[in-house]
């Protein structure tokens, strides 16, 4: 074997080495998830009131191959059929509104925030012109208060609605443009468009279980992006049973005690599933949501596109999970390496 050969060799073992370690190993944490928002955070528009939430858990779930990593969704409101079904959606509720909410379960220390708000102000025109400061007040209040989390924000969805849509253009403009700066500071926070269109909703602006569905996927890939660029932390140790009312722990259990529970809700072994804390004081609000910004909310949809929670069907691979399947850059560069020198010791 000449000395290029030999080289060569190496590379591609190293490179079968990378592309062999799965990404799941290099220490995925435990994710600790505060939905914040209005109604369609809540889940208003779905067929079982669950939105978004139980897809997204469910595909994070079912892609965490190590059996000490757990998924807690936290907020102090109820909705839906789904076990761990805390979150922080106030129906019709405005960006002011919002901007005090999130302080009710900032307590669970959540790693990772997701944001969907201001879709109230569009359509009512709220405070328009101090929106995206009001936005701005969330993440950054966020940020101070849990400086572990990584913040998704989402721009508002779509509406079929000209004057409620041409608010959100100009409003979802000057958030990206926030966005990018808060990047430029290296703050971690990702923005998540989702491409909601007219198939995808319920009424004008809710949407139905397909467009939940996108919703839950457009999530999914960014908290896998976050893993990706290293952002993501385990969250701080807190005992469930000294913080109440916050969706904390799953079963209510502490979530440093990783013994087995029963009910768990995805049918995977790898997670204690159903995060349903008996917390007196969960602020569990009236179901029939009363929501002023809601031509039809009922909260049922007829003629929906059902679709099971454990969804894979879209086809997102283990490529966009962590489960492994994703090169890493040393495999890439191990990769580059050995084709150039084969390539010069033909």
Not at 29 to 43: E, N, Q, V
Not at 96 to 120: C, D, F, K, M, Q
Request: proline share 3%.
């Amino acid at each position: 074997m000449t000395g290029l050969n030999f080289q060569a060799a190496l590379c591609v073992t190293a490179l079968l080495s990378a592309l062999c370690h799965p990404v799941a190993s290099e220490g995925v944490p435990s994710l600790r998830i505060l939905p914040l928002g209005d109604s369609i955070t809540k889940g208003s528009g779905s067929s079982d009131n669950n939105g978004y939430r139980k897809i997204l858990r469910d595909k994070l779930v079912a892609n965490i191959s190590d059996s000490s990593v757990t998924v807690d969704m936290v907020g102090s409101l109820k909705h839906g059929t789904m076990p761990d079904n805390d979150h922080e959606g106030h129906s019709g509720e405005y960006l002011r509104e919002i901007s005090t909410y999130w302080e009710l379960s900032i307590r669970a220390r959540p790693n990772v925030v997701l944001i969907h708000a201001g879709t109230n102000n569009m359509d009512k025109e709220v405070e328009l012109n101090n929106s995206l400061a009001l936005m701005e007040n969330i993440i950054y209040g966020i940020m101070d208060e849990a400086p572990e989390a990584v913040v998704f924000v989402a721009p508002i969805i779509w509406a079929n609605d000209t004057r409620m849509q041409a608010n959100t253009d100009k409003f979802n403009g000057d958030l990206n443009s926030t966005i990018l700066e808060m990047q430029d500071n290296e703050l971690r926070i990702l923005q998540v468009p989702i491409d909601i269109g007219l198939s995808d909703l319920s009424d004008r602006k809710h949407p139905n279980n397909k467009g939940y569905q996108k919703m839950a996927k457009a999530w999914f890939d960014a908290i896998a992006d976050a893993h990706a660029r290293g952002w993501l932390q385990d969250p701080i140790p807190l005992n469930a049973s000294d913080i109440s009312g916050v969706g904390l722990g799953i079963n209510g259990v502490d979530l440093n005690d990783n013994d087995e529970e029963d009910g768990n809700d995805s049918g995977n072994g790898n997670e204690n599933g159903s995060g349903n804390d008996s917390n007196s004081d969960s602020n569990s609000e009236n179901d029939n949501d009363n929501d002023s910004d809601n031509d039809s909310d009922n909260d049922t949809e007829s003629g929906n596109n059902s679709t099971s929670t454990s969804d894979n069907s879209d086809g997102e691979s283990k490529a966009m999970s962590y489960n492994g399947g994703v090169m890493r850059p040393e495999a890439f560069v191990a990769l580059c390496i050995a084709t150039w020198l084969v390539g010069r010791s033909l």
